[in-house]
């Protein structure tokens, strides 16, 4: 069983009313959690399709004993409800550009040194593969790895579209949908802590955990993943929808 998480008494009154909510919506498969660490701080990686997912994300990794930190933009910590909830249950704001999203990674470090489990979805926007698989991600999730030397778990959901498709603005949630989650096994980031912080580690460190990741979601969805993952920066007919859904962090 994971370690005692520091308390947050907003967080489990949340908890509270959120997770009846989310299984009157989901018919949840979870599997993996042997690979979740039961102590020390960990991050844990997802791929994200919907907006949704980020819930079902969470509603995972509490279930299994955690209290996990999500980064989130900044600009969401000054929004007077969502602001309360996101800073009440020390979420991690993120910061876009230069020294302010270094700031905002090192924090993301400290919180796992203190044992907590950050929650990541390394291609930092909604994927913009037009079957939903994993994209090419960000930079963030291996600064934070390789900075902290702390595991880096995998979790692959699949399912979340049918309770709200990409894009969506309002859920289906009845008759409740079949929704996947499995925790792989961590990826193995050891013989890069030495190496520079360069953009070739932070290349090869973030190929592994994508790999490791499309790998699991595979597995959830019984077929094999494209060649080569979609890169959002060599399609330029995305760009109206990246503005619409800009990017979480741009590390």
Not at 1 to 27: D, G, H, N, T
Not at 120 to 143: H, S
Request: charged share 25%; hydrophobic share 40%; glycine share 6%.
């Amino acid at each position: 069983m994971p370690i005692a998480r520091p308390e947050s008494r907003l967080y489990r009154l949340i908890a509270k009313i959120v997770r009846p909510l989310m299984f009157s919506m989901c018919r949840y498969e979870w599997s993996g959690a042997e690979n979740l660490p039961a102590q020390g701080g960990f991050i844990a990686a997802a791929n994200h399709a919907t907006e949704m997912d980020a819930l079902t994300f969470v509603h995972y990794l509490f279930d299994q004993g955690y209290e996990p930190r999500v980064l989130a933009k900044r600009s969401l910590f000054d929004a007077p409800v969502v602001g309360t909830v996101l800073r009440g249950t020390k979420m991690i704001p993120v910061d876009r550009g230069g020294a302010a999203a270094a700031a905002s990674l090192e924090r993301a470090g400290r919180e796992l040194g203190d044992g907590a489990c950050v929650a990541i979805f390394p291609e930092g926007t909604l994927t913009r593969d037009p079957d939903l698989w994993p994209m090419e991600p960000k930079t963030g999730l291996a600064r934070v790895a390789l900075a902290s030397r702390l595991p880096v778990v995998p979790v692959a959901q699949w399912g979340v579209t049918e309770l709200l498709p990409r894009y969506g603005k309002l859920p289906r949630p009845w008759p409740r949908k079949r929704i996947r989650v499995h925790a792989g096994a961590p990826v193995d980031l050891s013989d890069l802590y030495d190496r520079p912080i360069d953009s070739t580690t932070l290349r090869e460190a973030m190929d592994r955990v994508m790999d490791a990741l499309t790998r699991e979601v595979a597995a959830l969805r019984g077929e094999e993943p494209p060649a080569h993952r979609f890169d959002l920066r060599k399609h330029p007919e995305y760009e109206a929808r990246q503005r619409e859904y800009p990017p979480v962090e741009r590390p």
